[in-house]
């Protein structure tokens, strides 16, 4: 069975001069979640990977299955479930390289330098239009690999907004932009969409500034003018809440230690 990252290293693979499928790459990678092989159990908050010593400098191992790391463990063995972009950035204060999916069809080693590269992928996020523009048209061409990388943030962002749309703005003096708007909008969720969106264009090699954002609420006349002409990007239902939530634990907290 392929997974998301082992197409997406096929994809890097098949055009290894492709500066937007490499950085499709890492921007899956950031979004896995990734099972990083342990010495021991861990205790408490802190992990012990399992370091390998090579040639090229030290690597820890990770897969994006289990059965993967138990394939390559060789049975039942210790383990983490991280984030790709937590790990990243565990991995560069150490100075430490990856061994993804080793005895994979995306098995490849990382070396400690594209780890710090991945962990300082931390975007500035666009900022939301004052002025609301006086024409919008459909978005034309599109960055390659913008609506990939968006599909992927936008995924997480289930109940904070009902649909983001792509656009081109028209302001009234004039000037033109591209703009992703959403409707439906929870209060208090303009800042996780303006994060996830700011992390989109960083991993499509783009700007923040090159894309502006708006905000707007079902009814009102912005949603009825970009269902008109925009680029409609689904966004994923919430999910009803199987119970309480044990007190002090965040759902949005990505490692899951095990």
Request: hydrophobic residues 50%; glycine residues 8%; charged residues 25%.
């Amino acid at each position: 069975m392929d997974t998301p990252l082992d197409q997406a290293h096929a994809a890097m693979e098949a055009a290894p001069e492709d500066e937007a499928r490499r950085r499709a790459f890492y921007d899956r990678l950031a979004l896995s979640e990734l099972y990083l092989l342990l010495e021991e159990e861990p205790a408490e908050d802190r992990l012990s990977p399992r370091i390998f010593p090579l040639d090229e400098g030290r690597i820890v191992v990770a897969f994006d299955l289990e059965e993967r790391l138990s394939a390559f463990a060789g049975g039942a063995a210790p383990y983490a479930a991280i984030s790709g972009r937590t790990l990243a950035r565990m991995l560069a204060e150490q100075d430490v390289g990856l061994g993804l999916n080793l005895e994979a069809p995306s098995a490849i080693l990382l070396p400690a330098e594209a780890m710090a590269w991945l962990a300082e992928r931390a975007p500035e996020a666009p900022r939301a239009i004052a002025e609301r523009p006086v024409a919008l048209h459909p978005p034309g061409d599109l960055p390659e690999g913008l609506l990939a990388a968006l599909d992927a943030r936008l995924a997480a962002a289930a109940g904070r907004a009902s649909a983001a749309w792509l656009a081109e703005a028209e302001y009234s003096g004039g000037g033109r932009a591209a703009l992703l708007a959403f409707t439906g909008t929870a209060p208090g969720a303009e800042g996780a969409l303006a994060q996830a969106a700011g992390e989109a264009l960083a991993f499509s090699g783009l700007e923040a500034g090159w894309l502006d954002l708006a905000f707007s609420q079902a009814g009102e006349a912005l949603a009825d003018r970009l269902a008109a002409v925009a680029l409609r990007i689904e966004l994923p239902a919430p999910e009803a809440p199987e119970g309480p939530a044990p007190p002090g634990q965040d759902p949005d907290r990505p490692p899951r230690l095990r």
